[in-house]
C-alpha cells in the first residue's frame, strides 16, 4: 500500500490563523492592556503591602520595649520581658542609641542567615522586589529589618522576623487583590470595548458592507450616510459621494461606448461614401463645363474635410496611443515632411526653418509627424480662413537643443484665437479655426505626453500663435 504523501498530510490539518479581523484584534489588544494594567497595580501594591507588614512588626516591638524600658528593673522578669517582646511576632529586638548598640531580645538560632532589609533607605527597585523574594524564598528564611524609632529615642531600631508568615499574608493579600483587580480592569476594558465597538467597529462595518454590495453591483442603491460629524461620518460622505461619482462615470462610459459604436459604423458607412464621392469627382476634372471647373475645387475641399474628420474621429477613439518607439532623428528633414503633408508651400503659406546644423530629436517618427502636421495644418488653415484660399503667409519653426531635449516653437502670422476657445483649445471637438475637427490639438497634445513632453499654447493674438513642444530625451534612444 503506498504511502500518504507528507505535503498532502500537511495541506489537510488544519492551519493556526490568529485573528485576522478588526473587531477581534481589538478584543485582544483590550485583554492585553487589562492585563499590563493589573500588573502595574498589583506591583506597587504587593510592595506597599510587604513595607507596611515590616514596618507594623517594628512598631509593635518598639511599644514592647519602651513598656519593658519603663518598669522597674525588679518588676520586670525576663521570661516576661521576652514574652512582651515576642507576641510583637519577631525573634529579635535591638536598639542603638547614641552610638551604643543594645540587645533587648536575644534571637534563638537560627538555620539560615537572616537578609537585611533597610528601611531608613529609599530604594524604588529593592521595595519593588522585596515582595516576589519573600514569595520565592525559603520557608526558613528569616528578615534582618532596621528602621528609625517613631516612640522612643535612638539611632535605629532593629528586629529579627520569620518571613513565612509574612510569606502566607501576602500571597492572601496578592490572591484577593487580584481577584478585585481582574473585576475592576475586565469591567473597564468591557465598556472601553463595548464603546470602541459601537463608536468605531459598527460603522466600519457598516462602510466595508457599503464597499462590498457595490463592488457587486454598482448600480444597487446604497445606504445614506449616518450624519455623524466626526472622521467616520466624513469616510461615509466621501465615500457615499465616491460612489455616486463612479455611478456617472460607468454610466457615462457605457454611453459612450454606445455612441462610439454607433459612430464607428457610421464613420465606416461615410468612409465608403466619400470615397465614392472623391471618385465622382475625379471624374468630374475632365468635364469642358465651366461652372464645373469653377465648383469643383469647393467639392474637394469639403470632401476632403469630411474625410480628414472621420479620420480624426476613428484616432481619437483609440483607448490608447502606442509607446513611442524613438529614434534619433534628423530635424530639419522631420519638420520639412511635415510641412509638405500640411500643405505649406513656397507660393501660399510658406515655411521657415530656424533649426540649428545637424540638430537630432529622439522621438518616435509617426506620431512627432502627425504632431507637426497637426499644428502646420491648423495654422495655414488659419491663415487662409482669414485671408482667402491663395493667401500668402508663413508658419515659423525654431528649435532649441539643450541638454534635457529640444524644444520647439511653431508661430504663424495669423489671426490669432478667440479667447474663449483658446481656455479650451487642447479639450476634445474644440476648434480653434472655422472648418476643424476640434480633436488634432487634443490628439498631439496626447502623442507629445506619451514622450514625456508637453504641448502648450504659448501665445495668441492679432499678430499671430505660437505653441510650444517639448520633446525630452529619451531613454534608450537608437541613431
Known amino acids: 500500500m503506498r504511502a500518504p504523501d507528507r ?12 485573528p485576522d479581523g478588526l473587531s477581534a484584534r481589538l478584543l485582544l489588544l483590550t485583554g492585553v492592556f487589562t492585563l499590563a494594567v493589573v500588573g502595574l497595580i498589583l506591583a506597587p501594591s504587593a510592595a506597599s503591602f510587604h513595607e507596611r507588614w515590616l514596618l507594623d512588626r517594628i512598631r509593635a516591638a518598639e511599644l514592647a520595649s519602651v ?20 507576641i510583637s511576632g519577631v525573634q529579635a529586638v535591638a536598639v542603638q542609641e547614641e552610638g551604643v548598640r543594645r540587645l533587648l531580645l536575644q534571637a534563638p538560632a537560627l538555620p539560615r542567615t537572616p ?13 519593588l522586589t522585596d515582595p516576589w523574594r519573600t514569595l520565592a524564598g525559603h520557608p526558613e528564611r528569616s528578615l534582618r529589618v532596621m528602621a528609625r524609632p517613631r516612640y522612643r529615642s535612638g539611632d535605629f ?47 466600519m462595518r457598516r462602510v466595508t458592507i457599503s464597499i462590498e454590495r457595490f463592488r457587486a453591483d454598482p448600480e444597487a442603491a446604497s445606504e445614506p450616510p449616518q450624519g455623524r460629524r466626526d472622521e467616520i461620518g466624513r469616510v461615509e460622505d466621501e465615500l457615499a459621494r465616491m460612489q455616486e461619482e463612479v455611478r456617472q462615470a460607468l454610466r ?29 469627382s475625379d471624374r468630374l476634372a475632365g468635364s469642358p463645363d465651366p461652372q464645373v471647373a469653377k465648383a469643383l475645387p469647393r467639392l474637394e475641399r469639403a470632401l476632403d474635410r469630411a474625410a480628414t474628420l472621420a479620420t480624426h474621429v476613428l484616432d481619437y477613439g483609440k483607448t490608447a496611443e502606442p509607446e513611442p518607439e524613438r529614434q534619433s532623428l534628423p530635424l ?21 526653418r530656424r533649426i540649428p546644423p545637424g540638430a537630432l530629436i529622439q522621438a518616435d517618427p ?10 502646420m495644418r491648423n495654422a495655414r488653415h488659419a491663415i487662409q480662413g482669414a485671408r482667402g484660399e491663395e493667401a500668402k503667409g508663413k508658419v515659423t519653426v525654431e528649435a532649441v537643443i539643450g541638454p534635457d531635449g529640444v524644444i520647439l516653437t511653431i508661430a504663424d502670422d495669423g489671426p490669432g484665437i478667440a479667447p474663449r476657445v483658446a481656455e479650451r483649445l487642447f479639450q476634445p471637438f474644440v476648434a480653434g479655426s472655422a472648418g476643424g475637427t476640434g480633436l488634432g490639438l487634443a490628439i498631439a497634445r496626447e502623442l507629445a505626453a506619451n514622450h514625456g513632453g508637453e504641448l502648450t499654447l504659448a501665445s495668441t493674438g492679432p499678430e499671430g500663435t505660437t505653441f510650444r513642444l517639448v520633446i525630452p ?3 534608450g534612444a537608437h541613431s
Open 157 to 203: 531600631i532593629e528586629v529579627v522576623a520569620p518571613a513565612e508568615p509574612l510569606k502566607q499574608e501576602l500571597r492572601a493579600y496578592l490572591v484577593n487583590s487580584l481577584l478585585l483587580s481582574l473585576v475592576v480592569a475586565g469591567a473597564a476594558g468591557g465598556l472601553l470595548y463595548a464603546a470602541l465597538a459601537f463608536l468605531v467597529l459598527s460603522p
Open 332 to 352: 530639419k528633414t522631420a519638420v520639412a515632411a511635415a510641412a509638405e503633408d500640411a500643405g505649406l508651400e513656397p507660393r501660399g503659406v510658406r515655411l521657415v
Open 67 to 86: 513598656g519593658v524600658e519603663a518598669l522597674p528593673y525588679s518588676l520586670v522578669e525576663d521570661d516576661t520581658a521576652r514574652q512582651l517582646l515576642q
Open 473 to 475: 530625451k529619451g531613454q
Open 7 to 18: 505535503g498532502m498530510m500537511r495541506s489537510r490539518l488544519p492551519r493556526l490563523r490568529g
Open 115 to 127: 537578609e537585611l532589609i533597610d528601611l531608613r533607605q529609599s530604594d524604588p527597585g529593592a521595595r
Open 366 to 375: 509617426d506620431q512627432l509627424h502627425r504632431i507637426l502636421v497637426n499644428l
Open 252 to 280: 457615462s462610459r457605457a454611453r459612450l461606448a454606445a455612441l462610439g459604436e454607433a459612430v464607428a459604423r457610421i464613420n465606416h458607412d461615410l468612409r465608403n461614401m466619400l470615397t465614392s464621392a472623391q471618385m465622382a
